[in-house]
């Protein structure tokens, strides 16, 4: 497994991986404690994945060692490599992304028949419709009296800020009923991901702020350091979202766009009334 997004969607079908390339390089020969060293998928892991490095420039020499029955990768990652990576083993490369949109449900027919599972498919796309629909029902209040999100990627040195409706939690809260909240000058259906600077936010009108927080070189919970940078930032804490303490600082590796899977849908849609509930007066 060369990528996050095709682990998520490999466990899901309940298959279980022999290596493994995360989103950088870690100091491990191999994820002998999987719980700890694979953020959000590792506690579903059986076995103990050899460590590939950095998905983006996984380790050939590891790989022709390993000997295995079958390669899988995203299509963005690996292209370059196809010709390399046959050579090792049967190589099969996929894309999610259909009509503008990244959703795991665009590529989990091709990954489960490459693993001989496409019986359990419709179990695992009835199971998270179904944790959707849940979390609509229990959301509805909150939808009612704070309906417009803005959600935002923001590095943790909060030099780099972006608009991030096109993530996963951004197609979620869609689902639920959120209305997303974009610059005034943004079209509908236009930039759903767009750069932006710290002076524009507080004139945004959103109930709620959700903050995806990433840093290049931290794996393990990027948002702390984004947190206590924000709270130093005063055109930040202006926010009305901020003001009113309904803002949410949440990591990038599983709220973004890097991970796209049923098990990240899963644990999304559990997470958000844990956040989103307490809102509510009275509760």
Known sequence: ???????????????????????????VEKFDQPAEQ??????????????????????????????????????WLAGDNYRLLSQIAPTMLFS????????????IDGIAKSLGREDVVEQVKADVSQQLEEARQ???????????VLILSVNSAITDLAIAA???????????????????????????????????????????????????????????????NWSKTSVLRDMPAAKANRI????????????RGPITDELILKKLPEMLLPLLPNL
């Open 1 to 27: 497994m060369l990528s996050p997004h095709i682990l998520d969607i490999v466990l899901a079908l309940g298959a279980q991986p022999a290596a493994y390339a995360e989103t950088v390089a870690l100091g």
């Open 38 to 75: 694979i953020p959000y998928l590792g506690d579903r892991i059986s076995t103990q994945p050899v460590n590939l490095g950095d998905r983006k420039n996984p380790s050939l020499e590891k790989l022709t060692l390993l000997k295995p029955d079958l390669i899988l990768s995203e299509d």
């Open 96 to 107: 999610d992304e259909k009509d503008g949109m990244q959703h795991w449900r665009n590529d």
């Open 138 to 148: 229990a959301l509805a209040p909150v939808v009612e009296t704070w309906p417009k």
């Open 166 to 228: 096109d993530s996963t939690v951004g197609y979620l809260l869609e689902e639920i009923g959120f209305q997303l909240v974009f610059p005034g000058s943004t079209i509908a259906g236009e930039a759903r991901w767009q750069q932006t600077s710290p002076e524009i936010l507080p004139t945004l009108d959103a109930d709620i702020a959700i903050v995806i927080g990433w840093d290049a070189s931290e794996l393990y919970n990027p948002e702390a350091k984004l947190k206590e």
């Open 248 to 259: 949410f600082f949440v990591d990038y590796q599983l709220w973004g766009s890097i991970t």
